[in-house]
């Protein structure tokens, strides 16, 4: 199922993860920023961590490159030690990662958290970058459209169908993040379409054209222009590659591709 991509403005997302404290993150970001500037047909964003994300936005304010968090709680306030707030992302943040399958695997967040957390971004703005994936032993068994049906059916219910334009969809099959190994631009395609397929049972076909859907796990200089040629996939969630300036050749090669 190819859908009208005309509407669709293309968005590449750099997942910094764990990795470069405010000083190095702010210089960081300097030395990227006039590349990124100069493509302005692609959303760009950046992911820092959170203690970092201040920083990066003294550089990137009034610059059109837009920050993301890599995480959020979904209350506003309260005694909830170590969590940040939709609430304070605002202003700094355009984005928040949700569902990251680190935050899956590792933390533990189940796809009723990350349905909290989607609603809470739509409630209080930064907008969602939802991701989803396979691990590798659901793809040798053949359930990878079982997983992404779980996954998407349960991280995305009840979102305000109006504002589904808002929302982004990383598919990042885990087998394929941090090993050099990325999936086929036609598993790519085939996830975004069933992802698209998913959401337009929920929603109605109409309110999905404008949902965006990034396609993560060993993105590199070299591979993005192939996931950005196809017509369902909307553009990058980049983790290694975009710690580099290799990111700004990514966000070109997506510019190129769509063009
Ligand atoms: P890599 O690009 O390092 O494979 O990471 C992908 C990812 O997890 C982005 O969120």
């Given at each position: 199922m190819n859908s009208p991509t005309s509407r669709r403005v293309p968005i590449v997302a750099g997942n910094w993860k764990m990795h470069y404290g405010p000083t190095e993150a702010r210089d960081f970001a300097q030395s990227i920023l006039d590349g990124l500037v100069a493509i302005p047909s692609v959303e760009r964003v950046l992911c820092p961590p959170a203690i970092s994300i201040?920083?990066?936005?003294?550089?990137?304010?009034?610059?059109?490159?837009?920050?993301?968090?890599?995480?959020?709680?979904?209350?506003?306030?309260?005694?909830?030690?170590?969590?940040?707030?939709?609430?304070?992302?605002?202003?700094?943040?355009?984005?928040?990662?949700?569902?990251?399958?680190?935050r899956r695997h590792y933390f533990g967040e189940t796809d009723a958290l990350i349905n909290r957390k989607t609603l809470a971004a739509f409630a209080h703005g930064p907008r969602p970058?939802?991701?989803?994936?396979?691990?590798?032993?659901?793809?040798?068994?053949?359930?990878?459209?079982?997983?992404?049906?779980?996954?998407?059916?349960?991280?995305?219910?009840?979102?305000?169908?109006?504002?589904?334009?808002?929302?982004?969809?990383?598919?990042?099959?885990?087998?394929?993040?941090?090993?050099?190994?990325a999936a086929s631009p036609q598993d790519a395609a085939d996830a975004a379409a069933l992802i698209r397929a998913l959401l337009a049972e929920q929603y109605g076909a109409a309110a999905v054209v404008g949902v965006r859907i990034q396609y993560g796990g060993s993105v590199t200089a070299g591979n993005a222009g192939d996931f950005a040629a196809l017509p369902d996939v909307d553009g990058a969630l980049v983790g290694g590659a975009s710690l580099k300036p290799d990111f700004i050749e990514i966000v070109r090669a997506t510019a190129r591709a769509k063009g």
């Amino acid at each position: 199922m190819n859908s009208p991509t005309s509407r669709r403005v293309p968005i590449v997302a750099g997942n910094w993860k764990m990795h470069y404290g405010p000083t190095e993150a702010r210089d960081f970001a300097q030395s990227i920023l006039d590349g990124l500037v100069a493509i302005p047909s692609v959303e760009r964003v950046l992911c820092p961590p959170a203690i970092s994300i201040a920083a990066v936005h003294a550089v990137t304010a009034g610059t059109g490159v837009w920050l993301g968090a890599q995480n959020m709680y979904f209350e506003e306030q309260g005694a909830f030690t170590g969590e940040i707030s939709p609430l304070m992302l605002r202003g700094l943040c355009q984005y928040v990662i949700l569902g990251h399958s680190e935050r899956r695997h590792y933390f533990g967040e189940t796809d009723a958290l990350i349905n909290r957390k989607t609603l809470a971004a739509f409630a209080h703005g930064p907008r969602p970058i939802v991701c989803v994936g396979e691990r590798l032993e659901e793809r040798d068994a053949g359930q990878t459209e079982r997983v992404l049906t779980t996954q998407v059916r349960g991280s995305l219910t009840g979102l305000p169908i109006e504002r589904l334009s808002e929302l982004v969809v990383a598919y990042e099959p885990v087998w394929a993040i941090g090993t050099g190994r990325a999936a086929s631009p036609q598993d790519a395609a085939d996830a975004a379409a069933l992802i698209r397929a998913l959401l337009a049972e929920q929603y109605g076909a109409a309110a999905v054209v404008g949902v965006r859907i990034q396609y993560g796990g060993s993105v590199t200089a070299g591979n993005a222009g192939d996931f950005a040629a196809l017509p369902d996939v909307d553009g990058a969630l980049v983790g290694g590659a975009s710690l580099k300036p290799d990111f700004i050749e990514i966000v070109r090669a997506t510019a190129r591709a769509k063009g």
